[in-house]
């Protein structure tokens, strides 16, 4: 109940194409869900974040959508560029008290010219 | 670049040796994280301070020992590691409002870029 399944494991998208990584939860007790993106040699960088009172959120080229009622959330990155290249982790975290942030097994996203 | 800073970036030990991990960071965080990452997989949290205090040790070796001599600071102290403990380090910090709820939508985790661990 704790996990969070992220999908897909690797995706390749041309440039200025739409890249979209899927997660999805069980536990209803998760209210806090960020993205973090992270380049080879370095650590996991805040991307993005929402709550489930939120249903879509979007900073720059990085939107997230969320459908409680599915308990989905996934990250769309428009007009897709070589310099997005990374691994992707979505996330959930608890706040009754936990520090605790679950993350999706990642998701190593190639964007190609 | 991150605002949590870790030293060194590599390290390469012998199983016998005794070595040590820095973190430190100066935005005033008072929650301190000790995560492990594995190639290809994602950040295993090993430990957390909350106001210089040890909340989690989720179930670590004892060759794995941390330490947070004040709020800005922390350490990871490394003896008779194993080959298998190689792997990339990660340090993290959030804010703590001091009720036990770590990291939030409101503080999210703050990551350093890691110290590479390999043991010999």
């Known amino acids: 109940q704790q996990q969070v399944k992220q999908s897909p494991q690797s995706l390749i998208v041309q440039k200025g194409g739409i890249s979209i990584i899927n997660c999805a939860y069980e536990n209803t007790a998760f209210d806090y869900f960020p993205w973090y993106q992270q380049f080879p040699g370095k650590g996991p960088a805040l991307l993005i974040a929402i709550r489930p009172d939120v249903s879509e959120k979007k900073e720059g080229r990085f939107t997230i959508s969320f459908n409680k009622s599915a308990k989905q959330f996934s990250l769309h990155i428009m007009d897709s560029q070589p310099g997005d290249s990374a691994t992707y982790f979505c996330a959930a975290y608890s706040g009754a008290g936990s520090y605790q942030l679950t993350f999706g097994k990642g998701t190593k996203l190639s964007v190609i010219p | 670049d991150t605002e949590v800073t870790q030293t060194p970036k590599h390290l390469v030990m012998g199983m016998t040796n005794k070595k040590s991990l820095k973190c430190e960071q100066h935005m005033g965080h008072r929650a301190m994280y000790w995560y492990k990452q594995k190639a290809k997989k994602p950040p295993e949290l090993m430990f957390v301070y909350s106001y210089e205090k040890l909340s989690i040790n989720e179930s670590v070796p004892s060759r794995f020992s941390p330490e947070c001599p004040n709020s800005s600071l922390l350490n990871l102290h490394l003896h008779a590691l194993q080959p298998e403990d190689s792997a990339l380090y990660l340090c993290?910090?959030?804010?703590?409002?001091?009720?036990?709820?770590?990291?939030?939508?409101?503080?999210?985790?703050?990551f350093g870029n890691g110290t590479r661990l390999t043991v010999t």
């Open positions: 993290a910090s959030s804010q703590d409002n001091g009720g036990g709820t770590g990291a939030s939508y409101n503080s999210p985790l703050h």
